[in-house]
């Protein structure tokens, strides 16, 4: 019997995702549907994965055949395809189980030729979310549509989110080209067109697998370009035959804006993303992308290319002239000067860059309305004595306003065409101007203003009005109105003029606007009797009678539109409701107290009428929000939305926070409702919203009420007493230990607190907010450690310049720079040579890199905030600085100046130059480092084996000096037994525990937000911990690039912001790690060490590369699983016994500099190098620990 759908599956070893692609089909609740897996000569195991689908489930059927590449073996599946429908699907993608049912479903209700619908990104975790490229083109759905009608679906480039009907494709021949990269293109770009009608689904119908090294993020090769531009060329030509066609006809117009928009799209998307491969290309590419990129655009409409923004078309201009070293300045300004250009000229205004170095053609600089934009941004507002204070900055973007142009600003509220009401403006100076534009080219800091708001203007004698905030500024004597916008309205509550009468701000694509309004009903009072909710309120008039008259009460969940409707009682002008309480919690399952919360229902109330009209119920702040138990573990909260108006919640039960005191020199205290049905502790966590970092706090239970106190400017933990960093810091309550965020309770803030937020205060040097965020939910934001007038592009930019004028100029002070990773610890060798130099009597200032205020210093360190003018000044004018990371590219080493590099770590996997032509390689960072290294005064090394590989690639060519690393000296110092016993009592560590160490490396294909990547655990701790039992406690240690929070248990530490690994490898008994550098280091204590590299092959192949053969080499079991690992850890000594002479050879290799005194002899070096500093007397040659550290 004919299928009604066939599916093609092209596959090429991809033995990690196949199963999980095949499966997913084999789910399908569409079942009548024959799956076609092409093997493409698969050299992996992907064939027996595939066959093995097929031999249990008949509907898969395998065809098999010698490499030919992607395009042809869709090709031979469509030869062996029977259905009636046809779809692709990539093999290590996944479709949602509903996806083929909906799709057949809507094609055989609408006719239409295809189906497509939205694609979401499968990300390593597991996670999906919106893909941005189909954001657009899937927003809505439509059907019987068509891309002259629906422009977006140019975008749409892709055949696996497609369901074609089998006679469409075999009407029009279509076939996919073989033997070249990016084929879908040339088939689903004149498909469209083709197309009698398109269906569009928003709902999403394919999960596109986020893989490092696949065929579509390989951009930067000669190849790729090729590929590409061939594609989108055969598009475009055929775009251009059918305008051919269409010449002296009705639709000459319709091809030929599909000609010029589908041009546009290549140049601003396909070859654009070739483009920003440039600076990562090596010659081959960058001639390769020249002759590809200006052979399309040859032929593309002209048209095409004066369309696009500035900034492409001046890049196009330097391509379409081979200025290929203009054109590489010019990408790397834009991107750190976004939208930022030189205006010229007043009557024809142009922009001008300042990279490039010769003139560009006029249409490419000539400048339109829209790249002179108004920028109006309200960064505060709150209510103060009854009126509304508004403070913002306005400017015109890239025309800066002088003295007096800053007060030429003008602001008004406007309601309608004809109602404007003036504001007075008051000229304020905005840093937050200057720093928020991310650039470095203009300073605005005249754009700032502040006005105010009287509410008793904008009333009209309608019962609602909305008003819309607008501008106007001058800049370069050009003037310019607009909309002010605003980030958010989370501080902004709603404010009552009277009983019935109120003025709340909304936001429309960001446009602030506020609305003045009658409010017809509000909420007096709620209670509950017997299980059931009683809700009273008062009307603003009399209650009409009739067709007008109230009919009831509705609530309407805003998810699902299910509604209750509940009859009212009138008296006068007061009208009663009551809710069962059971009506909510029927047949809704008690909530597992392990298992992630669901999502909170909300229902709106509204009162209505019998025509079906309703008008909301408005709450008051000064209502108490009530809460009643639906059941374990389920409440309904009553009270206000974030419109002010009456909102039943049905959720799981919140801590809500009621009491709010933060005395100017005391703790910020926290109390509040929290009637969960146990009585167990809570601790209180704030969770960075960026990379995850976790501060965890105690916090006390006193039956349904809770109390919790902290101090942002000193927050104990393992790295000290620190204020929490900068960014925004979400609260949460979670049982003691519990470490998955899914099982943490969100803190809520009532509504009659609303007004007093955000509470400010400024503490150790930076301001702390207490706001919300989300309506209710409560954060502290850290705010920057850096000084105000060191913040901003403008500002780096002239402290640079300030730097370069304080090297030139001189003199050196006898003063030692250090920084450990960039100023985020107190640490490694730079430590170990810092209290070498301080034991001795040299008389020098000794200056610490802070990054964020991150580091606890001990006595005898000053702190230099990481980019701060002292920070610059100290580089320029320092006689000796100590770094174990790069220092900034633009660093020139001044004369006399002394750079002692000591890096971190035996390289095991590549690094710097031997990176090149990796996945993991920067090309811009390799071009750089002859350049950087070559200011290096002098370069340590940890051993012999490492001297040439960090020479070669660092491209290195000054002193080194083989001295072993000065970080290990602790490891062999005289106190370390002292040393070790201390650092046990500061961890908690009981003497007869075993402590291991678990240190996995990071992987740079795993990037996060901020800069840092993704936990990768294999090993769960909790799990491990608890296996092992209470002999065993698992220090974990995150890699200082990796955010997230580690699983917690009885008997795990999180270590990852303890000051100094050394001191962490000093108790250890045993290492677990995978590529960490950490094991040449540990390998000097000689205590056992197991390998999890359950990634291996990847690792080794893809990712990195090693710099020997580390399977042979290694100094304990290489382990695949996870059990292993622990069963190892069961007895170590046991499990690495058949690996001692690897250790002892490991140990020879890596170690044989290591004696302790590796930080005397960089100390030497550097007191050498500058005869006139007393070198005073070596300390580390006696003794590392002479007590504890401070």
Not at 1015 to 1026: C, F, G, H, K, N
Request: net charge neutral; aromatic share 8%; with cysteine.
């Amino acid at each position: 019997m004919t299928p009604r759908l066939s599916v093609v599956v092209p596959v090429y070893n991809v033995e990690e995702y196949l199963d999980a692609c095949l499966a997913s089909l084999g789910r399908q609740t569409m079942r009548d549907l024959e799956v076609v897996m092409v093997d493409d000569g698969s050299t992996d195991s992907s064939a027996r994965i595939a066959q093995a689908h097929a031999a249990r489930d008949s509907r898969f059927r395998l065809v098999q055949q010698e490499n030919a590449g992607l395009g042809a073996a869709r090709n031979t599946g469509v030869r062996h395809a029977t259905g009636e429908y046809l779809a692709f699907v990539d093999s290590d993608d996944v479709i949602p189980e509903d996806a083929y049912a909906l799709m057949l479903d809507t094609l055989e209700r609408s006719g239409s030729d295809f189906v497509t619908g939205n694609v979401h990104r499968l990300k390593t975790d597991g996670t999906t979310e919106q893909s941005p490229m189909f954001r657009r083109a899937m927003s809505t759905t439509r059907l019987t549509t068509h891309v002259l009608r629906d422009w977006d679906l140019l975008g749409d480039r892709i055949a696996c989110n497609k369901v074609f009907r089998r006679d469409f494709w075999d009407k029009h021949a279509l076939a996919f080209p073989e033997g070249v990269l990016f084929e879908d293109i040339p088939v689903i770009v004149p498909a469209h067109f083709l197309a009698g009608s398109v269906d569009v689904l928003s709902d999403t119908v394919y999960l596109w697998r986020d893989r490092h090294g696949s065929i579509s993020n390989k951009r930067a090769l000669p190849r790729a370009v090729h590929d590409r531009t061939a594609a989108v060329t055969t598009a475009s030509t055929f775009l251009g035959r059918r305008l051919a066609e269409a010449a002296g006809t009705p639709f000459e117009a319709d091809w030929a804006e599909a000609k010029r928009r589908y041009d546009q799209s290549v140049l601003a998307g396909d070859l654009w993303m070739f483009m920003e491969a440039v600076p990562d290309g090596d010659d081959a590419y960058h001639q390769a992308f020249l002759d590809h990129a200006n052979a399309f655009a040859d032929h593309a409409d002209p048209a095409a290319l004066a369309a696009l923004p500035l900034h492409l078309r001046a890049k196009w201009a330097l391509i379409r002239r081979r200025r290929l070293p203009e054109l590489l300045d010019l990408m790397a300004f834009v991107r750190a000067n976004p939208d930022a250009f030189q205006v010229r000229g007043l009557a024809r205004r142009r922009a001008a860059y300042p990279v490039t170095r010769g003139p560009l053609p006029a249409p490419a600089t000539r400048l339109r309305p829209r790249d002179l934009p108004l920028i109006a941004r309200v960064t505060r507002a709150h209510w103060e004595d009854g009126k509304l204070h508004l403070t913002g900055y306005a400017y015109v973007r890239n025309l800066p306003p002088g003295r007096l142009q800053a007060r030429g600003k003008a602001l008004w509220l406007r309601a309608g065409r004809h109602r404007v009401v003036p504001l007075k403006v008051r000229p304020v100076r905005s840093r937050e101007a200057t720093y928020s534009s991310r650039q470095a080219l203009h300073r605005y800091d005249r754009a700032g203003f502040t006005t105010v708001v009287d509410p008793a203007r904008l009333s009209t004698g309608r019962p609602s009005t909305t008003w819309k905030l607008e501008m106007a500024a001058v800049g370069g004597l050009l003037p310019r109105t607009g909309p002010v916008r605003m980030a958010g309205l989370d501080g902004l509550p709603v404010h009552y003029l009277g009983e019935f009468r109120r003025v709340g701000a909304t936001l429309s694509a960001g446009r602030l606007r506020l609305r003045a309004e009658n409010v017809p009903s509000r909420l007096a009072a709620h209670h509950d009797a017997d299980g059931t909710l009683h809700l009273e309120g008062h009307l603003a008039a009399t209650p009409p009678t009739g067709a007008e008259a109230w009919a009831g009460l509705r609530a309407t969940n805003w998810y699902t539109k299910e509604t209750l409707d509940l009859p009212i009682g009138l008296d006068g002008k007061t009208f009663t409701a009551e809710l069962p309480l059971a009506a909510l919690a029927e047949g809704a399952e008690p909530l597992d107290p392990e298992a992630p919360a669901r999502r909170p229902q909300p229902w709106g109330v509204s009162l209505f009428r019998a025509d079906g009209t309703t008008s909301p119920v408005a709450v008051h702040p000064e209502i108490e929000s009530g809460r009643y138990p639906l059941g374990e573990g389920r409440e309904l909260l009553v009270g206000a939305n974030s419109a002010g108006n009456l909102e039943l919640r049905d959720q799981p039960v919140r801590p809500i926070v009621t009491g709010l005191t933060w005395p100017p020199r005391g703790p910020l205290t926290l109390t509040g409702s929290f009637p969960a049905a146990d009585d167990e502790r809570r601790e209180l966590v704030l969770v960075h919203g960026t990379h995850g970092e976790e501060t965890v706090l105690d916090a006390h239970r006193d039956g349904p009420r809770f109390t919790a106190s902290l101090t942002p400017e000193a927050v104990p933990g393992p790295g000290g007493t620190l204020p929490l960093a900068e960014g925004n810091w979400t609260m949460f309550l979670r049982r003691p230990g519990e470490s998955d965020p899914a099982l943490y309770t969100p803190v809520h803030i009532a509504p009659a607190l609303h007004t007093g937020l955000p509470l400010a205060r400024h503490l150790g040097g930076r301001e702390f907010l207490v706001e919300r965020c989300h309506y209710d939910r409560l954060q502290l934001h850290s705010g920057s450690s850096l000084p105000a007038a060191d913040r901003g592009r403008t500002q780096q930019k002239a402290l640079r310049a300030a730097y370069t004028s304080q090297r030139a100029r001189g003199p050196l002070r006898d003063a030692v720079l250090y920084s450990s990773f960039d100023g985020r610890q107190y640490s490694d060798s730079p430590r170990a040579v810092h209290e070498e130099l301080a034991a001795r009597d040299t008389s020098l200032t000794h200056l610490w890199t802070v990054r964020d205020q991150q580091v606890d210093l001990p006595p005898g360190l000053t702190p230099v905030a990481l980019w701060s003018a002292e920070w610059y000044e100290a580089l320029a004018r320092s006689r000796h600085i100590v770094t174990n990371t790069q220092l900034p590219e633009w660093f020139e080493r001044a004369e006399g100046q002394y750079v002692v590099q000591t890096w971190h770590g035996t390289p095991l996997k590549r690094i710097g130059r031997d990176l090149a032509g990796s996945p993991a390689a920067d090309p811009h960072y390799i071009a750089a480092l002859p350049h950087r290294s070559a200011q290096w005064s002098l370069l340590v090394s940890p051993n012999r084996f490492s001297t040439p590989i960090l020479r070669h690639a660092f491209g290195y060519t000054g002193p080194v000096l083989e001295s072993g690393y000065p970080r290990n000296d602790l490891l062999d110092a005289h106190g370390r037994a002292e040393r070790a016993a201390w650092v046990r009592r500061r961890l908690s560590i009981p003497e007869d525990r075993t402590v291991v160490l678990y240190a996995p490396t990071w992987r740079e294909d795993r990037p996060k937000r901020g800069g840092r990547y993704a936990l990768d655990l294999p090993l769960d701790p909790a799990r491990a911990a608890a296996e092992l039992g209470d002999s065993h406690v698992l220090l974990v240690r995150r890699h200082y690039l990796v955010g997230g929070s580690v699983p917690g248990g009885d008997n795990v530490r999180d270590v990852s912001r303890y000051p100094d690994v050394a001191e962490l490898l000093l108790i250890s008994d045993v290492l677990v790690t995978d590529y960490s550098s950490l094991m040449f280091d540990f390998a000097q204590t000689g205590r056992p060490m197991l390998f999890h590299t359950w990634d291996l092959d990847h690792y080794r192949d893809t990712l990195r590369g090693f710099y020997f053969d580390f399977e042979s080499s290694a100094p304990g079991p290489l382990l695949t699983d996870a059990e292993e690992v622990v069963e190892a850890l069961r007895d170590p000594k046991a499990a690495t016994a058949g690996h001692r002479e690897a250790y002892d050879a490991f140990r020879a290799r890596f170690c044989d500099l290591d004696d302790g005194t590796a930080a005397a002899r960089v100390a030497d070096a550097l007191l050498a190098a500058t005869p006139h500093t007393p070198a005073g007397r070596s300390a580390t040659r006696t003794a590392a620990f002479t007590g504890e550290p401070a």
